[in-house]
């Protein structure tokens, strides 16, 4: 016989602090599949419901105040409600936002994602991760005329039919029904770090691409071969005590932040397809990697001082070395 669910103290607090989104939730219930637009929203007893949001801090509708780690899945690399997003914005909602035909803005847009990634010599825009692998496989499979794709246990390329299968144990099955087998069987799956058995299944003659998302370890790994001379070390922890410094500041960044503008400096000489950090990466990051850590003072910002500009103030200060 099945025991009924005890009560939960975490659960029952929970609705308690949050009856607005427990209300929204069973409003969506009613008229969106599975209450939900994302799985990744698929949260117990129900999901918080956003109101309002700004720079590292969001707000959901009963008034709660959290530090937002999600960021829009990663896309809101500048955090929320930018400023100069929301004047681009502004300024281009009048002027129309789907235009259904080509305009000067993709092909502006195009030539940015190539200037900041010398080694993407051409783009192809796309609405999703899931859209961009399953665009992926197909020219891969037009290329080579091959049909199989191997994919590594465990790792996750999207939704989309040809790659649900071996993101989560047993890894021989798909994350939903409705695939059919036929299309199953053009997956070759492999454990991730098995070079023999990668080796083993390119040998077939039949594969047309091998997906992989690395680590973030592996990633981390790479990025310390990217060389950092002493002198721009010295640069970048200069930088940042400079944010201690300035005058219109309160609260300055932290040491942490010499490791994030480090890594990031790294990070983006990577992209860049070199193995050096240049003054110039440090500089490109140096603003959305610092932003968020200063507090300015309440005069300088009834002054109209902004913190990406006192920042930038610094970086055109500090001696950069050659």
Request: aromatic share 6%; hydrophobic share 45%; with cysteine.
């Amino acid at each position: 016989m099945t025991q009924p669910a005890k009560p939960s103290k975490i659960f029952d607090t929970y609705r308690a602090m949050h009856p607005k989104s427990a209300a929204l939730y069973e409003r969506a219930r009613g008229v969106i599949a599975g209450g939900i637009t994302h799985d990744g929203r698929n949260l117990k007893p129900f999901p918080v419901y956003i109101d309002r949001a700004l720079g590292s801090r969001k707000w959901d509708v009963d008034g709660h105040e959290y530090v937002d780690y999600w960021m829009g899945h990663g896309a809101l690399i500048l955090g929320h409600c930018h400023p100069a997003v929301v004047k681009a914005i502004q300024e281009q909602a009048p002027r129309g936002t789907h235009f259904g035909a080509c305009h000067e803005l993709e092909v502006r847009w195009a030539e940015l994602v190539c200037k900041l990634v010398p080694s993407a010599e051409m783009v192809r825009f796309t609405m999703s991760g899931t859209e961009a692998t399953h665009l992926a496989i197909r020219i891969a499979r037009a290329h080579t005329g091959h049909p199989k794709v191997v994919k590594f246990h465990g790792h996750f390329h999207g939704w989309h039919d040809g790659v649900v299968a071996a993101v989560n144990p047993p890894f021989d099955v798909p994350m939903s029904a409705g695939v059919p087998s036929q299309i199953l069987d053009q997956l070759l799956l492999c454990p991730p770090n098995d070079i023999k058995a990668v080796d083993g299944l390119l040998q077939r003659g039949e594969v047309a691409a091998c997906l992989n998302h690395g680590e973030l370890g592996e990633m981390r790994t790479a990025l310390q071969q990217v060389a950092l001379r002493d002198e721009l070390l010295e640069y970048i922890v200069e930088v940042v005590r400079r944010t201690r410094a300035d005058e219109d500041v309160a609260v300055g960044a932290g040491p942490r932040a010499t490791q994030a503008l480090l890594w990031a400096s790294r990070a983006w000489a990577a992209l860049g397809g070199r193995d050096f950090v240049a003054p110039d990466d440090v500089r490109a990051v140096s603003v959305p990697v610092l932003e968020h850590r200063l507090t300015l003072r309440p005069e300088a910002e009834m002054e109209g001082a902004r913190t990406a500009e006192v920042l930038d103030r610094i970086l055109h200060a500090v001696p950069v070395p050659r």
